[in-house]
Nanobody, 118 residues
Framework: QVQLVESGGGLVQAGGSLRLSCAAS????????MGWYRQAPGKQRELVAS???????NFADSVKGRFTISRNNAKSTVYLQMNSLKPEDTAVYYC????????????WGQGTQVTVSS
């Protein structure tokens, strides 16, 4: 099995920055696409950003120009740098990864809370 463990969430004022990390552990032969999703209270989970194994990235329109996503394949880790945070960015952020281990599966982290105060 593979576990994804997120860290880096917290409380920040509007305009501030946070960096989320998600580290995968377990039997891992390759990390394929990785991404970050978020879910605000009363709303559906939505894609924030994703990155392929080759480094191609995709962002939600609402975060373009403010968030960046990166990965360290040697550490099986994906990062989300969030700048110029807004109150509407408040949500639980989940890491997602397509992992090839004993089999190829899609995994989710447990989520980390990000709260942006106005």
């Amino acid at each position: 099995q593979v576990q994804l463990v997120e860290s880096g969430g917290g409380l920040v004022q509007a305009g501030g920055s946070l960096r989320l990390s998600c580290a995968a552990s377990g039997i891992i032969y390759s990390m394929n696409a990785m991404g970050w999703y978020r879910q605000a209270p009363g709303k559906q989970r939505e894609l924030v950003a994703s990155i392929t194994s080759g480094g191609s990235t995709n962002f939600a329109d609402s975060v373009k120009g403010r968030f960046t996503i990166s990965r360290n394949n040697a550490k099986s880790t994906v990062y989300l740098q969030m700048n110029s945070l807004k109150p509407e960015d408040t949500a639980v952020y989940y890491c997602n990864a397509d992992v090839t281990g004993l089999s190829r599966k899609d995994y989710w982290g447990q989520g980390t809370q990000v709260t942006v105060s106005s």
